[in-house]
């Protein structure tokens, strides 16, 4: 979603399969042998339960054929290949249709520590695990009902909603905190920060690419709270200033069952949260 960018995803073929070439296959293998290190006791349960039925390869991109034999079986979904950038209108769409819009293009190796717009590694690595997980997906289902009849001015709270669930959520396990949210457990630079603050400046470009937040060096952490979080302003370009901390996945599946519209009304009543950032530039919503 949004506007610009110089990638171009690739087209699948008549039989759905998209022809990766030597160079994109190598970069998804060095992404996920990278990232697969980093999460190692950073991911929730649910995460690691589902990238084991995803069985990735690695020494290749998968299919989203592959990707999506597993996730019709668990939970209905599938992935469906778009360009680059899709609008709301037809994101909100394919979410209502249980369908998860994957760009099928890879980072070039010059981007292999930061991409600002979502790629396949992204999409793939990041999300689709905890498409598998029913609470996950019940949530997600739900969201994209909801964004598909909502208007312009409600559709920035949903936003915020997805942002601090989907992208940057995490969990509160046994063993302690956990990340669920795909553009957590895509970035290694976010991996770490996320739960312990590790953040050396001289590292950001190696560890994730993106800057610090502005005005402290370790990340806040608060109860998930529907309304809370549709009243945070966020930056795509920082590390998180704030996360919001789920005591149990199946808070999502609860969400997904209470009148969410309702709470974006309340949110909207009470206003935005001072944002935790300099404010240079503008949410992106």
Known sequence: MGSGTKYVSKKPDEQGVIHWDRSENQVWHDLVERQLACIEGRACQAYIDGLELLDLPQQRAPQLVEINRVLQSTTGWECVAVPALINFDRFFRLLANKQFPVATFLRRREEFDYLQEPDFFHEIFGHCAMLTNP??????????????????????????????TVEFGLLQQQEGLRIYGGGILSSPGETRYALTGQRASDNINKLGGKAPTA??????????????????????DIMQPLYFILEDINQLYELAHQDIMQLVTEAQKLGLHEPLFESKIKEVS
């Open 135 to 164: 609470a996950f997906a019940a949530f997600t289902h739900t969201y994209g009902k909801l964004g598909a009849k909502a208007n312009s001015a409600q559709r920035v709270y949903l936003a915020r909603l997805y942002w601090f």
């Open 215 to 236: 005005d402290q060096s370790r990340p806040l952490y608060k109860p998930f709270e529907p309304v809370d979080i549709m009243r945070t302003p966020y930056r795509i």
